[in-house]
């Protein structure tokens, strides 16, 4: 079998059109989330369970551009939304992607303020570092996201102040990934985790697997516009949809996970490493690839001025 037969049939499986990859995925996500309801873990209806919403992840992954386009091709048809498109700025929220990502950046600066105040008393009170390393993680979050915005509203056409922006926000990841490896140390050694009141988890378990997904598509996607600013916004989207995921885990597992305590440490320090080396990998590549895009600006800006 040769290796583009390989490639098409993986495709086959993989890469549903939209309306098979919804009726699979969403029957698949409430069986599991019924299984970890009602603690049915090592029966035969768990492991079809698990297997069903990994295969439901992946083509919900693959599919999600084809479903999100078809989504947005019928939603475009209906009325309300023909209305809301007569009134100018639902029309550039809808239809410029500059003006979506300036906004998302305010109501993602603005929460994480929020966070951080949260973060920060809870701290003093009950004198935890543990609310203190997420205070410096939102905080960090809020310090690129207006970094990101005070450029957005003033220097639009500077190229290399485009670049440095970007540089800016992957120094500041090293430092944000030194407090997110203080929080899986904390939840590791102190076995701590989040925690959220009954069907809550549930609700939050859709919100991270959509953050994450929703972050890796815009991350590819808006590189297209050739913007390192609207680049690094997605960057940051992403990074919070990982430890989003993160919590997540941590709160499964402090809630079904019983008292496998031995079990809950290695699956919060995997996810967690992975969660760090991902956001190290990142901050190492905005880095090194905006300060070699700003070099060359430089050399050819000194060569243009030494030729006249």
Same mark, same amino acid.
């Given at each position: 079998m040769n290796l583009q037969r390989m490639t098409d049939i993986l495709k086959k499986i993989f890469k549903l059109p939209p309306i098979p990859t919804i009726l699979i995925s969403v029957p698949s996500f409430v069986l599991v989330i019924y299984v970890l309801a009602n603690n049915m873990e090592? +029966?035969? !209806? %768990?492991?079809v369970a698990y297997t069903l919403s990994a295969y439901a992840m992946v083509i919900t992954i693959t599919g999600m551009a084809e479903m999100i386009r078809l989504i947005r091709h019928g939603i475009e048809n209906?009325?309300?939304? #023909? +209305?809301? @498109? %007569? *009134?100018? !700025?639902f029309e550039k929220f809808l239809k410029e992607a500059e003006f979506r990502t300036e906004t998302s950046l305010y109501r993602g600066f603005f929460i994480n303020l929020l966070y951080v105040a949260l973060k920060f008393f809870s701290g003093i009170y009950y004198r935890s570092i543990w609310f203190g390393s997420l205070a410096v993680y939102y905080l960090l979050l809020a310090v690129m996201r207006f970094s990101l915005l005070h &450029?957005?509203?003033s220097r639009k056409d500077d190229r290399v102040s485009q670049w440095k922006r970007y540089r800016?926000?992957?120094?500041?990841? @090293?430092?944000?990934?030194?407090? @997110?490896?203080?929080?899986?140390?904390?939840v590791v050694k102190q076995n701590k985790g989040f925690e959220y009141a009954g069907a809550l988890i549930y609700a939050m378990a859709l919100y991270?697997? &959509?953050?994450?997904?929703? %972050?890796? *598509?815009?991350? !590819? +996607?808006? #590189?297209k516009y050739g913007s390192p600013v609207m680049s690094a916004a997605k960057v940051i989207n992403l990074t919070a949809a990982l430890v989003s995921m993160l919590s997540l885990e941590t709160a499964m597992l402090a809630q079904f996970g019983g008292d496998e305590v031995m079990f809950r440490r290695i699956m919060t320090s995997a996810t967690g490493t992975g969660v760090?080396? *991902?956001v190290l990998g990142m901050a190492v590549f905005m880095i090194a690839k905006s300060t070699k895009v700003i070099n060359n600006m430089n050399?050819?800006?000194?060569a243009g001025g030494n030729a006249l």
């Open positions: 090592n +029966k035969a !209806i %768990s492991y209906h009325p309300f939304v #023909r +209305k809301a @498109l %007569s *009134i100018p !700025i &450029y957005v509203r800016f926000c992957g120094i500041v990841l @090293l430092f944000m990934n030194q407090a @997110l490896a203080a929080i899986v140390v904390i991270a697997f &959509y953050a994450v997904i929703i %972050s890796v *598509i815009n991350v !590819i +996607k808006f #590189r760090c080396v *991902i050399q050819d800006e000194m």
